[in-house]
Nanobody, 121 residues
């Protein structure tokens, strides 16, 4: 059973910071990449940041310069450090992973349950 569990969401004032964490657990052979998506009310889910196990990263234009994604591969962890937060960053943030479970031939995609981030004064 593979599971992704997010934490770290909450309420923060504009200009503040939050650090989101995601832990992948279960019988995992390898993780190709982990990512953070978000979905605001009335909007489609969008990619915020992505990191491969090799350390390559990419960001949405809205996140560049403010957000940093990082990973601790040995513990199957991924983080999203968010700074200079804006009200438009308010959304449910979802962890995503492309990984190979034990006993499987193909890489599968998994999602966490989401964590709420609210930026408001």
């Amino acid at each position: 059973q593979v599971q992704l569990l997010e934490s770290g969401g909450g309420l923060v004032q504009p200009g503040g910071s939050l650090r989101l964490s995601c832990a992948a657990s279960g019988s995992i052979v390898s993780i190709n990449a982990m990512a953070w998506y978000r979905q605001a009310p009335g909007k489609q889910r969008e990619l915020v940041a992505r990191v491969t196990s090799g350390g390559e990263t990419n960001y949405a234009d809205s996140a560049k310069g403010r957000f940093t994604i990082s990973r601790y591969n040995a513990k199957n962890l991924v983080y999203l450090q968010m700074s200079s937060l804006k009200p438009e960053d308010t959304a449910v943030y979802y962890c995503n992973a492309q990984l190979l479970p034990v006993g499987f031939n193909n890489v599968n995609t998994y999602w966490g349950q989401g964590t709420q981030v609210t930026v408001s004064s």
